[in-house]
């Protein structure tokens, strides 16, 4: 069985996709000389220390990746979500435009340009998916994120209940390990109304 050069898993990478050059084969030397000469060749963007961007080439160059994307890469896809007006634009709740986009993770790392890293404690979000967290983000302050007002976000999470994009239950088991009161509080209510309106 022949083991792929890490040059041509570098040519071989589909457009829009990163490559960490830990994972590519063979020694660390090797896969950064690559990683190296992939930059120079236009292949490749660096993003940060060991990781690149396999962009989409146009006439212009090649397109660099969305911040959010290259947090979700840097801080990997559990216990990440949107925070702040990013988690608020994810719901479709508000008409504001953050300049950086927030996310709520498990783990800070080193800053990452375009991103608003806030840390979170509660181990419970791990399993969470990205709208349930950003949920929780809005309940930090929904009279501040939620334009139209409670109801509006109360019908918002009904569909996304009925479309099984959220799940309550793990919503539920979830929300006792948040720090911040209002969350708890919120989503108590959150749940009041969904019950009375059923």
Do not use: C
């Amino acid at each position: 069985m022949t083991t792929l050069s890490p040059a041509a898993v570098i040519r071989e990478t589909p457009e829009k996709s990163f490559v960490h050059v830990d994972r590519l084969p063979g020694s660390s030397t090797a896969a950064r000389k690559a990683a190296s000469r992939a930059v120079k060749d236009g292949l490749l963007l660096p993003v940060r220390r060991g990781l690149y961007y396999r962009g989409r080439r146009t006439r212009y160059g090649v397109i660099a990746p969305r911040p959010e994307e290259v947090a979700r890469a840097v801080l990997g896809s559990r216990g990440i979500g949107p925070a702040g007006y990013s988690a608020a634009r994810a719901w479709g709740v508000t008409t504001q435009v953050p300049p950086g986009w927030h996310v709520a993770t498990l783990r800070t790392v080193e800053p990452i340009n375009g991103v608003v890293q806030h840390d979170r404690k509660n181990l419970a979000r791990a399993d969470l998916n990205e709208k349930e967290i950003a949920l929780l983000e809005l309940l930090r302050s929904p009279e501040v994120y939620v334009e139209a007002g409670w109801d509006t976000l109360v019908e918002k999470v009904r569909a996304s209940l009925h479309a099984g994009e959220i799940s309550a239950a793990r919503l539920r088991d979830a929300v006792p390990g948040e720090y911040n009161r209002a969350v708890r509080d919120n989503f108590a209510r959150l749940e009041e109304t969904l019950a009375v309106a059923a």
